[in-house]
């Protein structure tokens, strides 16, 4: 069994080496009585963004069509890297976790937008 908390640690463990740093952006929704909130891409360098996504199954789609948008047009990024494992990890891994294979498929599903920017979507292998 494969132990998605550790690889994202021993991912992060080498972005970090290599010079990457996190980016966080806070939204204050005090106008319409909500509380702050904030948003994160898990590294970031020369405009470029990076997530890790060996989590619950909606974050990895979440993450690459509104997260990577919304850091684009704040002037933080211009393309966008996923990391998420294919189906083989995943299913070495603790329940709920989304994969590549399904990645892919919300997205052929979900089509093109004028929104979108480039994002490549990398598939991690056991």
Same mark, same amino acid.
């Given at each position: 069994m494969f132990n998605p908390r550790k690889i994202s640690m021993a991912l992060n463990d080498q972005f970090v080496r &290599? %010079?990457?740093k996190e980016q966080k952006i806070y939204t204050d929704y005090s106008s319409i009585g909500l509380k702050p909130a904030s948003r994160k891409i898990d590294f970031a360098k020369n405009y470029l963004g990076v997530d890790v996504q060996f989590g619950k199954r909606p &974050?990895?789609?979440?993450s690459g069509c509104a997260k990577m948008t919304i850091f684009h047009n704040m002037g933080f990024i211009d393309v966008g890297i996923e990391i998420v494992p294919v189906k083989e990890l995943a299913e070495d891994m603790s329940s709920g976790v989304s994969y590549f294979e399904q990645f892919v498929w919300d997205l052929?599903?979900? %089509?093109v937008s004028d929104i979108d920017i480039p994002v490549l979507i990398l %598939?991690?292998?056991p």
């Open positions: &290599l %010079g990457w &974050l990895p789609i979440y052929e599903q979900r %089509g %598939g991690v292998a």
